[in-house]
């Protein structure tokens, strides 16, 4: 248990010390003189008990104790009192006081009501802790710590190692923290109009999903028709997402469990949305071995060479025919498409003399090496396809050039202070007019956009393991870390240390 001290008198504090440090196994985190130095204190060292004297001059104990409870700041403290401050103790036992020491300290009536303190607040907060809790702490803890936390969500969770567990993962497709708030409501609405017992939902993280956990199956029946045919519906039309299912017997194995659900969203390129994959259908997967087509890729490239930009784009269709639509695997598809994408470009950019391919193909080429399902390569191909072979004389779409152009300046510049008036200068058009075109083309405001673009960069870097969270924050354009902690929080559901952990 970690304390911190606040008390004026040397001798108390020396004494105190000494039967903390030589009696119990409890941590000294902090020591203050006053209240003004205790709240400073309490505040950055989060202490699980405050051992703090009632009278100080300054700010006496009982005023600094008020002015936590204030500030929404929850805390366990035990007080020092002398028998004339006595009258005291009923206002501190208001105040969240567990108990109280009688001064002069007495060793052994201070190592027994200090014993006892620690177990009330261990008991407490075993019996405010949820399964939501206890879950996201089993993905973040270190491996000495799990056994303890199984055993605890079992026990909570009366899950025993006999009885079946149902388990969802829902990936959602949007980065915003509304959304994912928008499709757990959503779960746990479905899952009460459905009488579904037992049930929790839990946002691991935006590499994981939301964590849909029924506990004992066979009194749910049909979990898994329930869910594709009354949920995942509902979910796709708050914003689109990727689900999976297992189940385990007990709660022994739900890391793993969870590790496999996230492992199966791989997959959604061969069955797409609206499909709920299984360990069951992807073992029954087969795929053909393909490869890459030099043979279109130097036809195009003639087509491209000679100006016949209409046999170029029947070509392309014909590799959107022979190797995207084919039962290859979905790795050797994108990369696929991703290299021969690259081919087109390349020899564009030789022989035609516009600037737009320029601005746009590494947002196009991402896109095709991010496509989760076929459908999406599908369309992001044939939109590049489209841009860099729609013939000199065809003006393309001003407004997607117009976003894209604006695209393009935030991935070369999202590191640097970025305004919307900025970015709307650099293409000719009101702030106004920016802001609603990014509404209508990509379905978010230009500021979202730019914040999510951010922290997508920041968890890179993040998983790397490179740099520390204060480099990561300056890195993507935020000076003031504490400000970066709270956007990475507010998009994904966790702050960056506890992301890195999880990851």
């Not at 009632?54 to 600094?64: A, H, S, V, Y």
């Not at 899950?159 to 499709?183: C, H, R, W, Y």
């Amino acid at each position: 248990m970690r304390i911190v001290i606040v008390e004026d008198e040397p001798k108390t504090k020396e004494g105190l010390i000494n039967i903390i440090t030589k009696f119990t196994d409890n941590e000294i985190c902090g020591i203050a003189s006053d209240g003004q130095e205790g709240i400073k204190l309490i505040k950055e060292k989060k202490p699980d008990l405050i051992i703090s004297d009632i009278q100080m001059p300054g700010m006496d104990g009982l005023t600094m104790l008020g002015r936590l409870e204030e500030e929404g700041i929850m805390f366990y403290a035990l007080i020092l009192t002398g028998y004339s401050s006595f009258d005291y103790v009923r206002t501190a036992l208001h105040l969240g006081v567990i108990d109280y020491v009688l001064k002069p300290v007495d060793i052994e009536n201070f190592i027994s009501v200090l014993t006892e303190t620690k177990a009330k607040i261990l008991k407490e907060k075993m019996e405010k802790i949820n399964s939501v809790q206890l879950i996201w702490s089993l993905m973040t803890c270190e491996q000495e710590e799990k056994e303890p936390l199984k055993h605890q969500l079992s026990n909570l969770l009366q899950a025993n190692e006999k009885m079946q567990v149902t388990l969802f993962l829902i990936k959602p497709d949007s980065l915003d923290q509304e959304t994912v708030g928008e499709m757990i409501h959503c779960v746990k609405e479905k899952m009460n109009s459905l009488c579904v017992m037992n049930y929790h939902v839990v946002h691991l993280s935006f590499d994981y999903g939301i964590l849909v956990l029924i506990v004992d199956t066979e009194k749910n029946a049909h979990l898994n028709n329930m869910f594709s045919v009354h949920i995942l519906p509902g979910l796709n039309a708050i914003g689109g997402c990727y689900c999976s299912y297992t189940s385990i017997l007990g709660l022994n194995y739900l890391e793993e469990a969870i590790m496999e659900l996230k492992e199966l969203f791989q997959y959604t390129f061969v069955y797409d949305r609206g499909v709920i994959l299984d360990k069951a259908m992807v073992e029954k997967l087969e795929f053909t071995p393909i490869d890459y087509p030099v043979d279109l890729e130097n036809r195009i490239r003639k087509e491209i060479l000679n100006g016949n930009y209409e046999k170029a784009l029947k070509t392309g269709k014909k590799f959107k025919e022979t190797i995207i639509e084919s039962k290859g695997s979905p790795e050797l598809i994108r990369e696929y498409t991703a290299r021969f994408s690259s081919g087109i470009y390349n020899m564009a950019k030789e022989y035609d003399t516009r600037s737009e391919p320029k601005l746009i193909f590494h947002y196009f080429i991402n896109n095709i090496i991010e496509s989760k399902t076929k459908s999406e390569l599908i369309q992001n191909y044939e939109n590049i396809l489209h841009t860099i072979l729609s013939g000199k004389d065809e003006q393309m779409d001003i407004d997607n050039l117009t976003v894209l152009k604006v695209i393009n300046f935030i991935r070369e510049n999202y590191s640097k202070d970025i305004t919307l008036t900025e970015a709307a200068g650099l293409v000719g058009v009101t702030p106004e007019y920016l802001s609603k075109l990014f509404n209508q083309k990509i379905n978010v405001n230009f500021v979202v956009f730019l914040r999510n673009f951010r922290i997508s960069m920041a968890k890179r870097m993040l998983l790397s393991g490179k740099y520390r969270i204060q480099e990561v924050a300056e890195q993507v354009g935020f000076k003031d870390p504490k400000y970066f902690n709270k956007v990475f929080k507010s998009v994904c559901g966790i702050s960056p240390s506890e992301y890195k952990k999880v990851i």
